[in-house]
């Protein structure tokens, strides 16, 4: 519980919370920004994997919003859209577990 006594007490509070909101923001742009950097790092080396005669599968999933990403190699991609069921096998399971 908040105790007011001033005017100038909520200004300063507003003034934080909108601080607070435009860092959360930022972190958030820059959280999404390493994902997508290592994403494309995981599918790079898939390629390079696939490109010395190793097939590969990598799967992740945010359990935050229940979104899936996987890579691999052409045949490692092939199994995941055939066996997609696999994905929510896995999503299950870590929510079991976090």
């Known amino acids: ?11 300063e509070h507003h003034k934080f919370v909108t601080m ?3 860092e959360n923001q930022s ?5 999404e920004e ?12 898939c390629e390079q994997l696939s490109f010395l005669g190793e097939e590969s599968m990598f799967l992740s999933v945010k359990l935050k919003d229940a979104s899936p990403f996987f890579s691999g190699s052409r045949l490692g991609q092939a199994f995941l859209f ?11 399971y870590c929510k079991l577990y976090v």
């Open 82 to 92: 055939e066996k997609s069921e696999v994905i929510g096998m896995f999503y299950n």
């Open 1 to 11: 519980m908040f105790l007011l006594t001033g005017p100038n007490i909520l200004a």
């Open 27 to 31: 972190n958030s742009e820059n959280q």
């Open 20 to 22: 607070d909101t435009s």
């Open 34 to 45: 390493k994902l997508s950097k290592l994403k494309n790092e995981v599918h790079s080396i």
